[in-house]
């Protein structure tokens, strides 16, 4: 399983380059791509998505919320912030699924690096774009 965040399915579908674009085809098309829950609802959350594509995120497996969930993604974010790092929340929820499921996440997007190191976040990371 490899999960995939919004960043990189979106530069996918634009038909962007870059290694998490090569990653993102490979993990559909191998049938490995999982999404945390944070991320399909942002994908969701996009007024101009076409049926065609709402059904193609809506078929992808979803990593579940195990006990004890929100509080380790609370505990999560508390330990970036309180070292001055950027710790946003959906990317925190994000970054929690991929910890309980242990999974790597193909991102594109560079504040995930503030959450990976000692929490053991593993990254695919390619051009970070914030």
């Known amino acids: 399983m490899i999960a995939i965040d ?5 530069a996918y579908l ?12 490979l993990a559909l098309e191998h049938r490995l791509a ?10 969701l959350s996009d007024p101009q998505l076409t049926q065609d594509v709402k059904d193609l995120f809506i078929s992808l497996p979803l990593l579940d919320a195990s006990p004890g969930y929100w509080e380790r993604a609370g505990l999560l974010r508390a330990t970036a912030l ?3 790092r950027k710790a946003r929340l959906a990317d925190t929820l994000i970054a929690q699924s991929c910890l309980d499921h242990d ?3 193909v991102t594109r997007d560079a504040d995930f690096r503030h959450l990976a ?7 695919f990371a390619s051009r970070a774009r914030r």
């Open 14 to 25: 634009s038909g962007d380059a870059g290694p998490d674009v090569e990653a993102t085809g």
């Open 117 to 123: 190191g000692r929490a053991g976040l593993r990254l």
């Open 103 to 105: 999974v790597e996440l």
């Open 34 to 43: 999982v999404l945390p829950p944070v991320v399909l609802s942002e994908l």
């Open 6 to 10: 919004t960043s990189s399915i979106i």
């Open 82 to 84: 309180s070292r001055g």
